[in-house]
Nanobody, 118 residues
Framework: QVQLQESGPGLVKPSQMLSLACTVS??????????WGWIRQAPGKGLEWMGA???????DVTPLFKSRASIFWDTSKNQFSLHLSSVTPEDTAVYYC??????????WGQGTQVTVSS
């Protein structure tokens, strides 16, 4: 019965930093065996994996975003975050957080719309 919820700005200006948080309830993000990931979907496009933070605090960002994306966590708040620098209008998308199990994703947040525009 784990639940996830994204939060952050709905509008970001080009060249600025996008920061999103995912708050987890019903289970600790430090629980063995899980990772916590970020996925996005741009208008008319498919789901795009961005990266994740593992239960031990190690991170893995996909090469497409490695130069400008970071993932952190705050275990005292049971949340993890995504930070994407130098955003452009092409970063406009619905951003999701999700729990990762060994062979798939078993829980998702509802998603949050982020628009990059001046």
């Amino acid at each position: 019965q784990v639940q996830l919820q994204e939060s952050g700005p709905g509008l970001v200006k080009p060249s600025q930093m996008l920061s999103l948080a995912c708050t987890v309830s019903g289970g600790a993000i430090t629980t063995n065996g899980y990772a916590w990931g970020w996925i996005r979907q741009a208008p008319g496009k498919g789901l795009e994996w961005m990266g994740a933070i593992k239960y031990d605090g190690t991170t893995d960002v996909t090469p497409l975003f490695k130069s400008r994306a970071s993932i952190f966590w705050d275990t005292s708040k049971n949340q993890f975050s995504l930070h994407l620098s130098s955003v452009t209008p092409e970063d406009t998308a619905v951003y999701y957080c999700a729990r990762v199990i060994p062979y798939g994703l078993d829980a998702w947040g509802q998603g949050t719309q982020v628009t990059v525009s001046s």
